[in-house]
């Protein structure tokens, strides 16, 4: 299905009606704090937190780990073992790690592994 310039003005003038934005608004912070949550059960809580993000119309609820290692996608994917050999010789090494999967969960959504991350 294409979608064409007047489903999108639909789309915009339904999702910005104040009843509509309120209920988004609701379900938006309720799966934010289920996210906190789930993400205070685990030590990269102490790094990674849960964001919650208007657009112009949309709700977001995301997982941030700006103030860690920058892994927010291997905390929710998982990621494979690995090692990566930095410029000054120096060997970095990681182990493997599952998913946790905290939007997924906090969404009620099933958790779609397409495969760890790769570093």
């Known amino acids: 299905m294409e979608w064409d310039r007047s489903r999108q003005k639909l789309n915009k003038h339904i999702a910005t009606i104040d009843g509509v934005q309120e209920q988004l608004e609701e379900v938006a912070t309720e799966i934010s704090e289920r996210a906190e949550d789930l993400l205070a059960m685990h030590h990269f809580a102490e790094h990674a937190e849960i964001l919650l993000l208007h657009g112009d119309v949309d ?3 995301a997982l941030s780990d700006d103030r860690g290692r920058k892994a927010a996608l291997s905390i929710e994917y998982g990621r494979k073992a ?6 000054d010789g120096t060997v970095v090494t990681w182990s ?3 998913g946790l999967y905290i939007l997924a969960d906090a969404s009620r ?4 592994r397409k495969g760890k991350v790769v570093l």
């Open 82 to 87: 690995g090692s990566k050999k930095r410029p």
């Open 96 to 98: 493997d790690m599952d």
């Open 59 to 61: 709700w977001y609820v």
């Open 109 to 112: 959504l099933p958790r779609k």
